[in-house]
């Protein structure tokens, strides 16, 4: 997180799904959420949680924004009474349109490859499946890397980008140096 911070990021997640290498508890989100500073959003990543435990995390953790990666449906997602943003599982017979417009609460879409479980699978999905007038703001997902975000930022002019595993030295393992290169190259390409 820190390495983030120091980069300049604009935002930075906590993920709250258990099976996820990259999954901190309560008491660790509370800490580092702390440590970050007024102006960077604090995002909490959910996966198919019940809304208990979304309930006790809000209560002990102040988060800013919630970010839903499962099967949750608009009205799941407005029940906690914060701002949030869907994730979207792209492949090619998804209606991205559709899908944008079945959650009309939502502050953005997340566009992110499909793969077999959920999260940090590290692979691109093909761009060409972003239609054109998403009722949502674009945020892309899926393997962004320093060596190809400048490339998604340019060409598609998404409202933000979400980077996870293409910033780890190992699943995991955050590496700075990948992190400041990021960042760098995301600002490049959208100055």
């Known amino acids: 997180m820190d390495a983030a911070l120091a980069a300049g990021a604009d935002a930075v997640g906590l993920v709250f799904y258990s099976p996820s290498p ?3 508890t309560s008491d660790l989100a509370r800490s ?5 500073p007024p102006f960077v959003t604090r995002v ?3 996966v198919n949680e019940t809304p208990l435990r979304i309930n ?27 701002p949030f943003i869907k994730a979207a599982r792209v492949r090619p017979e998804l209606d991205l349109v559709e899908f944008a417009r079945s959650f009309p609460a939502a502050r953005a879409l997340l566009l992110d490859a499909y793969v077999e479980g959920y999260g940090g699978g590290g692979k691109t999905f093909d ?6 007038g998403l009722p949502l703001p674009l945020i892309l997902s899926g393997g962004l890397q320093p ?3 400048a490339d998604a930022v340019r060409g598609l002019r998404p409202w933000a980008v979400d980077v996870s595993s293409g910033v780890e030295s190992a699943k995991g393992i955050k590496d700075a140096a990948r992190i400041a290169a990021f960042v760098a190259a995301v600002k490049d390409a959208d100055a």
């Open 44 to 46: 909490g990543l959910f």
């Open 22 to 24: 990259r999954a901190v």
């Open 127 to 132: 761009w060409t499946l972003i239609p054109p």
């Open 56 to 82: 006790a995390i809000l209560d002990e953790v102040e988060l800013d924004l919630l970010q839903f990666h499962g099967d949750e449906t608009d009205a799941y997602c407005r029940q906690f009474g914060r």
């Open 32 to 36: 580092l959420v702390q440590r970050i």
């Open 147 to 149: 060596e190809n975000v």
